[in-house]
């Protein structure tokens, strides 16, 4: 800024130190329950971290709480892990051939294969839960990594992102790989998708964060222990019904069930946010 | 619906490309839509073994219904609410970084975390911090001389779940602030500077002007999030308590027919959903498609 | 052991599984046991597992009641039920009027080649799950009554001798605990069924017309017309605005204002003894439910609530005799007895009350028979067998709704009870129409 202003950039940083304060507490809350014993964390939070922290982590680390429904929580994390891997890598792969169909051919049909898909943009699975459960169903799908996360390919979001991206993308390059005799999927392979590379980027970041946080979806159809998803799994663990809670072992799990998708962003923060701000604006 | 001017020409080759997509919309998404069309218009027991036409009469009875209303209401406070705060906080704090610009970077990777934490998690998180007995923030509230209770105050449990899903969010929005304000020419606030303008008129005149296209892309964003995306927030936390004081649409759906076991009014408010979605789709697709094409 | 389930299940991902040694057979059971009742229901499925070589019963935690019902449905509708699943009392009339999915447990046991009597149940149980005619449809599991339970410590500190037997009483408890400085007296979980459904039956008053809801599908609820009830529950909305009554949840949540002695009183089931034990750290004790004098003298009896076994259709006739073994394993006294003491549910047949009580149980743990003993007080009358009303799962939902638009002072205990009445009756009228 051209002028100097001391009081101003003063508060500036408060401003900013206390709302990072403010997004970090519940965090650090839930971390500090996590390293006390559940009686302790029922009799009142205390505020600074205990001594339970290996305990905890061992238990649901280890055991797992099968009483709760919840298996040891490594397998969870795997399950998470590779539900938002074949969600993410599905929708960019669908995505990125159908978008480059749609805006670098001419063809019949066209138009209606454009809005078959894009009559799904944002229309979230909730709405529509129960008949795609039986769908799956009938299509033998429950309890299955396909069941898992083919469904949740079914949107446009991607598809959408990409298609105003290879919009802005000059002519002058499809002409010149023309000239060149290159084919459409060499064109592809070699100019479109490095030149989407930040988008991929910001839309990998973006699907990875939606597929690891599906919560409704493997709640319902999963029932077979070895598919249970972490984040589902939280809920399981809270609502234990005529039990009291054991806060300190749930937190344990949410504290392990936030970070991956939580390294993931800061990992990948800067080409994120290109990304981002580029293909959604 | 355009294309490039300069297309490619294939007889097979763009059937294929699309063909991946269409197959599972197809499967996962129309099928399972009309499904949820026909079911609308039937009335049937919890197993699905007996089954009676019944017209438009689980359309009629939502509309009659008060609590249908008062639903609908509840759905769009909470989105308000929920937009509201956090756009609102998110553009202070995106403000005061863009400011900054020499720590823009660490403050960004601060406040950006939290929109990577599921909603359930985040309605978990909360629960236990305004839980009455145990958690923190309900001891300091009765400190303070409030007597916090979300199981049986309905504004209670509103605030609660308001502050889950916008403490989420605003790491979204501040993103798209930030990156909103970090476009717009230095060389613009500078000219007001010199001439005089203090950082509140440059806002107001100069800054703001330019960033509601961001501001409506948002506000889009953030009541789709809050339609539909919560549905976790509420599930984990209140159940749609006290009363019918927080029970959203999306949560009145999967309710009726996953715990009422009401097929054909949760088809039929699946229904309704689906064209509230739809509209908004068009809203923002009209608004997006013209943004490209100026 | 950790790491072999560890292996197991990695393997099992991986499709690695060889598979067990023996073609035992498969029996899924779904259930809504969490925390400490899951582990021992666990127990129990492992003590089956091991006592034979024919069957291996894999039991599933589905979440909650309402959960494992609707999961167990939504399965069914889609082909992929299991053999066995917890439902609990609520969901009864929903589960007798699916027939074709749902096969009774007498047929289950009829068929199989075992030796079954259904005589061996507590009639107070039994009654509860079968047809007019006595034939058993689900297999009693876990049963509890709610039993008012009292903090010791606190109720001395207020100079209250004796624990209160009627609601007066109550009410000068509270008087007598404010006077020391201690805002909450009482409070209570599963309202509806603590404080409408028992308090009906306890009072000996109908909740509904038909016998509630046994005698058929076109009962309609009367709770709003009883008079005692609604000054009552005025009583204690007042009550709530003076902070001795404080609401906390639907369910168990209200379990920590009582276990941290913020509240001196709570009625809730029985079934918390293990829970409670584990947690406070005060004198407490359970007793009988108060009695509102102005509505009887004495108590008629309680009714049960918690959750019963039902066998769904779609299976091989093999694996129905596994679930039929596994029936018979749960109900035999010496694992009834185990399940009863350690939780607090009430044996289910006769033989496991018996043999609890000459193993010196209720000597050793005063108190705990209080269950079995409101169940058991007189010869139900059709005002207190139980209830059986379609929809009820929802119609438990609407009764929270109102009531806790009561306890906010929203509405007066004469509108919460009519507005839930009539709601609930339209739910009847659709279930009704839904299923004739």
Not at chain 2, 219 to 231: M, R
Not at chain 3, 233 to 259: C, H, K, M, N, V
Not at chain 3, 383 to 390: D, E, I, K, Q, V
Request: net charge negative; glycine share 8%.
């Amino acid at each position: 800024m051209v002028e100097r202003r001391p009081l101003l950039t003063f508060t500036q940083h408060a401003v900013l130190i206390v709302g990072a304060a403010i997004f970090v507490f519940p965090i650090y809350l839930a971390f500090v329950a996590s390293t006390h014993t559940g009686t302790e964390v029922n009799r009142g939070l205390p505020l600074l971290p205990g001594d339970q922290m290996q305990e905890n982590y061992a238990i649901v680390l280890g055991e797992g709480l099968s009483t709760a429904g919840a298996p040891p929580i490594g397998l969870m994390l795997m399950n998470s892990t590779i539900m938002a891997l074949a969600i993410t890598l599905g929708k960019l792969a669908i995505s990125l051939l159908s978008s480059f169909a749609i805006v670098y051919f001419k063809f019949p049909f066209r138009v209606l294969a454009f809005w078959t898909i894009f009559i799904t943009l944002m229309l979230p699975v909730e709405v529509r839960i129960l008949p795609t459960y039986e769908v799956v169903a009938q299509l033998g799908m429950l309890n299955s990594y396909a069941g898992l996360s083919i469904p949740l390919i079914a949107s446009a979001t991607a598809t959408f992102l990409f298609r105003q991206f290879f919009m802005t993308v000059p002519d002058e390059l499809t002409e010149a790989a023309r000239i060149d005799g290159a084919g459409p999927m060499k064109f592809f392979r070699d100019i479109l998708v490095p030149l989407s590379r930040t988008n991929i980027a910001a839309l990998f970041v973006i699907l990875f964060i939606y597929g690891w946080n599906q919560y409704l979806w493997p709640l319902l159809v999963t029932t077979d222990e070895s598919y249970y998803t972490v984040v589902m799994g939280i809920q399981r663990l809270a609502n234990s019904g005529d039990q009291l809670p054991q806060w300190n072992l749930i937190m344990a799990t949410a504290i392990l069930a936030l970070l991956p998708p939580v390294i993931v962003i800061i990992v990948m923060q800067r080409l994120f946010v290109r990304g981002l701000v580029e293909v959604e604006k | 619906m355009r294309t490039k001017k300069v297309t490619f020409r294939h007889r097979w080759l763009p059937y294929a490309l699309v063909a991946p997509q269409i197959v599972i919309t197809l499967v996962f998404f129309i099928w399972p839509a009309s499904q949820a069309l026909y079911q609308s218009v039937l009335r049937q027991d919890a197993f699905g073994l007996r089954t009676e036409f019944v017209g438009l009469a689980n359309f009629a009875r939502l509309f009659a219904d008060p609590l249908y209303l008062e639903s609908f209401f509840t759905t769009v406070w909470f989105s308000a609410l929920v937009a509201g705060s956090s756009m609102l906080v998110a553009l202070v704090l995106a403000v005061m970084a863009d400011r900054v610009i020499r720590q823009a970077t660490t403050y960004r990777t601060l406040l950006i975390w939290p929109y990577a934490v599921a909603p359930a998690i985040a309605g978990v998180l909360w629960w236990f911090l305004f839980n009455p007995t145990i958690g923190i923030l309900a001891y300091a509230l009765e400190a303070l001389g409030y007597d916090w209770n979300h199981y049986q105050d309905g504004t209670d449990a509103m605030t609660m779940i308001v502050i889950a899903a916008a403490w989420r969010q605003v790491a979204y929005n501040f993103l798209f602030f930030l990156a909103g304000l970090q476009a717009i020419p230095k060389s613009l606030t500078e000219a007001a500077a010199i001439d005089g303008a203090g950082p509140v008129k440059r806002f107001v005149t100069i800054q703001l002007p330019l960033l509601s296209p961001t501001v409506f892309f948002l506000i889009v964003v953030n009541v789709v999030y809050a339609f539909f995306e919560t549905f976790g927030i509420v599930h984990a936390t209140t159940a749609g308590g006290p009363g019918n004081d927080t029970v959203i649409l999306v949560y009145k759906v999967w309710r009726d027919a996953f715990e009422g076991l009401n097929l054909g009014s949760s088809a039929a408010q699946s229904v309704i959903l689906m064209a509230i979605v739809i509209a908004l789709t068009a809203i923002q697709f009209r608004y997006i498609e013209r943004r490209v094409e100026y | 052991m950790t790491f072999a389930r560890t292996t197991t299940a990695l393997a099992t991902v991986l499709g690695l599984g060889a598979g067990p040694a023996l073609a035992q057979t498969e029996i899924q059971f779904w259930h809504a046991m969490g925390g400490a009742l899951g582990e021992k229901t666990e127990e129990i499925v492992a003590g089956f597992n091991e006592s034979q070589d024919d069957f291996v019963v894999v039991p599933t935690y589905k979440g909650n009641y309402t959960e494992n019902m609707t999961a167990a449905i939504a399965a069914f509708r889609a082909g992929e039920q299991p053999h066995i699943v917890q439902v609990f009392e609520v969901g009864t009339a929903t589960m007798m009027s699916a027939e074709g999915a749902v096969k009774p447990v007498y047929e289950v046991m009829g068929d199989a080649d075992i030796e079954w009597d259904a005589d061996a149940y507590l009639p107070a149980v039994r009654s509860y799950y079968s047809t007019p005619e006595g034939q058993m449809l689900s297999l009693p599991f876990n049963s509890s009554t709610p039993v008012l339970w009292y903090n010791e410590t606190l109720l001395n500190e207020a100079g209250i001798a004796e624990v209160p037997q009627t609601w007066d009483e109550m009410f000068a408890a509270a008087a007598a605990l404010q006077e020391i400085g201690h805002d909450c007296a009482f409070s209570f979980g599963w309202q509806s069924w603590v404080m409408i459904e028992n308090y009906l039956a306890w009072h000996d008053q109908p909740i509904g017309t038909m016998e509630n809801g046994f005698a058929g599908l076109g009962t309609e609820l009367v709770f709003d017309e009883s008079e005692s009830l609604t000054d009552l529950l005025q009583r204690i909305a007042d009550a709530a605005q003076e902070g001795t009554f404080q609401y906390g949840g639907r369910r168990g949540d209200s379990l920590p204002l009582f276990t941290e002695g913020e509240c001196a009183m709570w009625m809730n089931s029985s079934a918390y003894y293990a829970g409670i034990s584990d947690q406070a750290e005060f004198e407490f004790g359970q007793a009988m439910l108060p009695v509102d004098t102005s509505a009887a003298e004495a108590p008629q009896n309680s009714i049960i609530g918690g959750a019963t076994l039902w066998v769904l259709e779609g299976h091989e006739a093999e694996e129905y005799q596994g679930v039929a073994e596994f029936f018979d394993y749960m109900s035999r006294p010496d694992v009834q007895a185990d399940w009863h003491q350690s939780t607090g549910y009430v044996p289910i047949t006769t033989a496991a009350w018996e043999l609890s009580q000459e193993q010196g149980f209720y000597e050793q743990e005063p108190g705990t028979d209080t269950a079995i003993k409101q169940l058991s007080l007189n010869e139900p009358t059709a005002n207190s067998a139980g209830l059986r009303f379609g929809n009820f799962v929802q119609i438990r939902d609407i009764i929270n709704e109102e009531l806790e638009d009561l306890w906010a002072g929203n509405q007066s205990a004469e509108e919460a009870l009519q507005s839930a009445a009539e709601r609930g009756n339209a739910l009847l009228r659709e279930f009704e129409a839904a299923n004739s």
